[in-house]
């Protein structure tokens, strides 16, 4: 059994940073691949950021050049750095991700959800 547990997020003003972290517990053994969604009131959940099982990283159009999706398989977490924070960022954001739990075997999951709230 494979938990994800996530933290940061909060209240920020526009232009700041955060930090939202995404750690897995249990039979993980490594990190596969990641994304990080968000969704907002009222909108769709929205692809932010993800990282492929070749370790080639993607980010949404809205975040380029601002968020950083990063993963640390020894410590079973991954990251999500978001610098020049906009009130357009407000939402719940979610982590997926896939990991190896044995040989050929792989378990996708989905963290709590956090809440960022940016403030004009």
């Known amino acids: 059994q494979v938990q994800l547990v996530q933290s940061g997020g909060g209240l920020v003003q526009a232009g700041g940073s955060m930090r939202l972290s995404c750690a897995a517990s249990?039979?993980?053994?490594?990190?596969?691949?990641v994304d990080w969604y968000r969704q907002a009131p009222g909108k769709q959940r929205e692809l932010v950021a993800g990282?492929?099982?070749?370790?080639?990283?993607t980010y949404g159009d809205s975040v380029k050049g601002r968020f950083t999706v990063s993963a640390d398989d020894a410590q079973k977490t991954v990251y999500l750095l978001m610098n020049s924070l906009k009130p357009e960022d407000t939402a719940v954001y979610y982590c997926?991700?896939?990991?190896?739990?044995?040989?050929?075997?792989?378990?996708?999951?989905w963290g709590q959800g956090t809440q960022v709230t940016v403030s004009s």
């Open positions: 997926n991700v896939e990991m190896w739990v044995e040989a050929g075997m792989t378990w996708n999951g």
């Open positions: 249990g039979r993980a053994l490594r990190i596969n691949t």
């Open positions: 990282i492929s099982s070749d370790g080639t990283t």
